[in-house]
């Protein structure tokens, strides 16, 4: 079982993750045009955010059977999420701040998030927040049989074993 304190950073993120979610969601009522692909950004955040929350809960099992090396992988893929998050953040502020209700020449919403959400950049980060969502899925199969394993050795290790000589 992993300390609290030790994933509680892997929580931090999923919490954020679920946060610019909800972001990307308000944004895509704001904009008609390019709704479907804010939708699908925060699709994908979504669905890292709950497997980084579903990693911290495994990683804190009683019964998780996982190295110290486990929990700084799970940290590090979170980390690179936090660097895909904050990147999708300031595209966010970019589309908010240049709209100024005072300033006439600003341009419209749908205008600032096409320019600020370029289609090759959100492909990327799409790809890399899927590419760690992979890596988190690949971890748990790892942990899911660590623990399939260890449970199976103590179940075996409790029954005795006859031999021909014992009879």
Do not use: C, W
Request: hydrophobic letters at 40%; charged letters at 25%.
């Amino acid at each position: 079982m992993a300390e609290p304190g030790s994933v509680a950073p892997i929580n931090r993120v999923a919490a954020d993750g679920f946060k610019l979610s909800l972001l990307l969601n308000a944004v895509s009522s704001d904009v008609a045009n390019a709704g479907l692909e804010v939708q699908a950004i925060s699709k994908g955040v979504t669905l890292f955010s709950m497997m980084l929350k579903h990693t911290s809960q495994v990683l804190q099992a009683v019964d998780s059977v996982h190295s110290q090396e486990a929990v700084e992988t799970a940290q590090s893929i979170a980390d690179e999420g936090t660097r895909a998050f904050d990147e999708i953040n300031e595209m966010l502020e970019r589309v908010r701040t240049a709209q100024r209700a005072d300033d006439p020449s600003s341009s419209p919403v749908q205008q600032r998030f096409k320019r600020t959400f370029k289609k090759h950049r959100v492909t990327y980060l799409l790809a890399q927040i899927e590419s760690l969502q992979l890596s988190l899925s690949v971890m748990l199969q790892i942990l899911q049989l660590g623990r399939l394993m260890a449970s199976t050795s103590r179940r075996f290790e409790t029954v005795p074993v006859h031999t021909r000589d014992e009879r």
